[in-house]
């Protein structure tokens, strides 16, 4: 059995009716009765002197611990009293108290990490020496009342001498408490993880949430922003929405940023940058809050979260909003159609600009075919390009482009010469764009674009010209391109192409020369990549890079200068090809122009049949005009026959050679007697003495055969073809 540490007595004195003891002073006497005295220095004498003798042993005895810990907590509380808060906060240390007993001392910034239904352990003497007062600052009052009272008028409150020192009491008050928590802090283990199960442990988490969380207000509240930073930045069990106020209300922006971002408030903490921002908040410390605002956005994958403020950032720097919004899973291909659309409309409200770039990273990057899409982003192109007709320079400027090509000898397209011959500008950009989406989109209303481009029909025969082909108008299309424009170039590859003026690769070329290769890329089915791949490859055909692509004007080979060759273009239609070149030939003979007919003629004769062309020609042009283009079809039509002759003689030779072995192996097999049947009776079948005349077969095959000899003899009689071509 432990042996009590408690003292024993050894002299009894036994009584008639008793038996009383003589022992010596406890601890815990003398120290009340020093305490009852007010003679609070030398109970902490006595009690200091008691620890150092406890900490001189291998062992203390567990009693003796506690029973100092009992009179340290009596001497903490009466110097609480007494408002002696450094002596105070030093015993209650030392006396191992709950630090939340303490902290109910005051309200403030004990807030709602407890409650008045919440208990803790205290030892029953000690709670008798516990002031009555609710608060630090009732004790304070108190004393102020007991020493000072009447003294000082009006009154304790309101008199300036103890005004000043209530100040200076509560300041040390929570100096004292901040001194505890700080010492209570150091000294502590790790906190055990919440789910470990046991309930010494989740009061120990408790605990520390109270120190820490109380201990982060009054380092906020004491401006020492250093400390709280070091308290945030290690572990802590800080209860955000205790602290988050005061963090507020002081302006320590830097330190609930960090708060938020530690315990990951996105949210919030998006929230407070915002703030910052917008002037709401200030604090100095927070450097560049928009840029921490995009670097959050950017590192998370909270698609509500990043739309939301990017349309928030969209008012204020457009670009950064835009890189969220494209960025990672911002920009899932996954996404609705409806969710895009609504997201557009945000946009739009926020920020015009931002809205526009959103729509053409929808039709562009990520690829939407959804007509909506497509329409408005046709009725931004228009736009575009009709604010800009409204500047009269711009008009002036495109008028001038166009009557420069029309009354030059260039075998550029009008598209090439303006692209690479107009100085870059945002209306030469706005033009440029329009005109790679109305050609190369397929989900647009062409109709309406048409009809509010009509007005300006003078000035953008171009973009009137491709509406039409799209909408099935090719007699108009080519007359807009021959006599609006003077564009051959471009008439005749709108027949190559079947109804389209701009090709994939003259897009391609254009779009790497002009820095639109996104443009070029999306609305003629090639990627960036494989665009600068063609570019290259259409250079090295072009004997580097002097062709049409060049420059306006330029006499090259290049692709967006001439007519791309027909055979080039599998997928267009050989009718409708056709088709088209004799509406082209038709406007050309309607305008006279014999020179651009017979360059046509020559060089699309292999889709063109005489028999059609001749009709058309008026009476009044000369031969020459169609001399080549006879010569050439008369003299294809005649190797066409001739290659028909070749070929035919060529199979009956073929077919003669089978028979001839299939003679022999006919002959060997001998002859096929065919009997009649027992049903077909008397009358039927063959009769009895018919029979297969094996002889007669073979001379009929030998008569086949010389028939045969006789021809190919004839066959081989032909025309020389080269005597005809001569």
């Keep these: 059995m432990r042996r009590t540490a408690f003292p024993r007595s050894s002299v009894l004195i036994l009584g008639q009716s008793s038996v009383q003891s003589l022992l010596p002073s406890t601890l815990i006497t003398q120290i009340e009765s020093l305490l009852d005295v007010h003679r609070i220095q030398d109970a902490l004498g006595l009690a200091d002197q008691q620890r150092r003798k406890l900490e001189g042993q291998l062992h203390a005895d567990a009693d003796e611990t506690e029973e100092l810990a009992y009179v340290y907590q009596c001497i903490g509380f009466k110097c609480l009293s007494e408002t002696l808060f450094a002596d105070a906060g030093q015993a209650l240390y030392t006396g191992k108290l709950d630090p939340r007993v303490l902290i109910s001392y005051f309200p403030d910034l004990r807030g709602a990490l407890f409650g008045e239904d919440d208990a803790a352990d205290v030892y029953a003497g000690v709670a008798e020496h516990m002031p009555p007062e609710a608060s ?79 201990l982060a207000k009054l380092y906020a509240l004491n401006g020492k922003p250093g400390d709280l930073a070091q308290l945030l930045q290690s572990q802590n069990d800080v209860v955000l929405p205790e602290l988050e106020p005061i963090l507020e209300r ?3 922006l830097a330190a609930l940023c960090a708060l938020y971002k530690q315990r990951g408030e996105d949210a919030k903490l998006l929230e407070a940058y915002s703030k910052i921002v917008e002037g709401t908040w200030t604090d100095p410390s927070v450097r560049d809050p928009l840029g921490r605002m995009v670097e959050v956005l950017t590192s998370k994958r909270d698609r509500a979260l990043n739309q939301r403020w990017a349309i928030w950032l969209s008012k204020r720097d457009p670009k950064r909003a835009m890189k969220i919004l ?8 996954g996404s609705k159609v409806e969710d895009d659309l609504a997201m557009l409309e945000q946009l739009r409200e926020a920020n015009p600009v931002a809205a526009a770039q959103f729509l053409e990273h929808l039709i562009m990057q990520k ?64 033009r440029l764009k329009a005109i790679l989406f109305l050609q190369g989109s397929a989900h647009y209303d062409v109709a309406a674009a048409r009809q509010r481009l009509a007005e300006h029909a003078k000035v953008l025969p171009l973009e009137m010209a491709i509406l039409d082909g799209k909408l099935g108008n090719h007699r108009d299309a080519l007359a807009t391109l021959v006599r609006a424009l003077k564009d ?57 890079g002097s062709g049409n692509a060049g420059g306006g004007g330029g006499r090259g080979a290049g692709v967006v200068g001439g007519v791309v060759p027909l055979e080039r273009e599998k997928s267009v239609d050989k009718g409708l090809k056709q088709r088209l070149l004799r509406l082209l030939l038709e406007v050309y003979m309607e305008d006279g122009e014999s020179a651009r007919t017979a360059k046509l003629l020559n060089s699309q004769a292999a889709n063109l049949d005489v028999v059609d062309i001749v009709p058309l020609v008026p009476p009044d042009w000369p031969l020459d005009v169609l001399s080549s283009f006879l010569a050439r079809s008369f003299r294809r039509t005649l190797h066409a026959r001739h290659e028909a002759q070749i070929v035919k003689a060529v199979s009956s030779g073929q077919n003669l050679r089978v028979a001839d072995d299939a ?64």
Aim: proline share 4%; glycine share 8%; with cysteine.
């Design 136 to 214: 630090v600052d009732d004790i304070i009052a108190a004393n102020l009342v007991r020493n000072y009272s009447p003294h000082l008028p009006p009154n304790t409150r309101e008199a300036k001498p103890t005004v000043e020192l209530r100040k200076i009491l509560l300041g040390d008050a929570h100096a004292m408490l901040e001194t505890f928590l700080r010492r209570l802090r150091a000294g502590r283990p790790p906190s055990p993880p919440q789910d470990a199960g046991g309930k010494g442990k989740a009061k120990a988490i408790d605990v520390h949430r109270v120190v820490d969380t109380v």
């Design 250 to 252: 002081t302006g320590q």
């Design 326 to 333: 494209t960025s990672r899973d911002s920009s899932k291909k």
């Design 367 to 430: 690829r939407s075919t959804d007509k909506t899409l497509h329409n408005q982003l046709a009725t931004t192109c228009i736009d575009d390009v009709l604010q800009h007709l409204a500047d009269e320079s711009v008009l002036k400027l495109w008028r001038a482009k166009a009557s420069s090509y029309a009354s030059s000898t260039s075998i550029s397209s009008f598209l090439s010469y303006f692209a690479f011959t107009t100085p870059d500008s945002p209306s030469k950009r706005a």
């Design 488 to 544: 051959g170039v471009s008439a005749e590859a709108y027949c190559t192409l079947g109804g389209h003026i701009v090709s994939p690769r003259a897009a391609l070329v254009l779009g790497e020369k002009v820095d639109l290769l996104a443009w070029a890329g999306a609305f003629f089915g090639e990627a960036p990549a494989v665009a600068a791949s063609a570019v290259a490859m259409t250079r090295s055909r072009s004997g580097g």
């Design 663 to 726: 003679w022999f192996v006919l002959r060997e097999a001998g002859a096929l007697v065919e009997e009649a049947t027992e049903d077909d009776g008397e009358g039927g079948g063959a009769s009895a003495g018919q029979s297969f005349d094996e002889k007669a077969g073979m001379a009929e095959k030998v008569a086949v055969h010389l028939q045969a000899q006789a021809q190919a003899q004839a066959q081989a009689e032909a025309v020389d073809i080269n005597a005809h071509e001569r």
